[in-house]
């Protein structure tokens, strides 16, 4: 199973930015897929995840700005943000939990600068 991520980048205060997850493989049983972010000296947080059933779930901090989709047929998962903050700044992961284990993608940068 592989998870590439796609869309980092610098971006200004106020801006947009989309990214994108593509996952190849054998992955069946697909419960959800999503975004988790690490920025420095923090934990691991999740930001945005999309279930099978077409349920999401957001961080507080991003409820309003971003928003995650899905396409099941394909295996990607994207997520646009809108409204950038600098505190959106961190390593952005792309994750696949399935029933036959949990995937991480080997993360996208993004910067958010004033």
């Known amino acids: 199973v592989q998870l ?9 205060a106020g801006g947009s930015r989309r990214l994108s997850c ?11 897929m999503g975004w988790y972010r690490q920025a420095p000296g923090k934990q691991r947080e999740l ?3 999309i279930t099978s059933g077409g349920n999401t779930n957001y961080a507080d901090s991003v409820k309003g700005r971003f928003t995650i989709s899905r396409d099941a047929a394909k295996n990607t998962v994207d997520l646009q943000m ?11 992961y792309c994750n696949v939990d399935s029933y036959w284990g949990n995937y991480w993608g080997q993360g996208t940068q993004v910067t958010v600068s004033l």
């Open 82 to 92: 809108n409204s950038l903050k600098p505190e959106d700044t961190a390593v952005y």
């Open 4 to 12: 590439v991520e796609s869309g980092g980048g610098l971006v200004q």
């Open 22 to 32: 593509a996952a190849s493989g054998s992955i069946f049983s697909i419960n959800a």
């Open 47 to 49: 930001v945005a995840q």
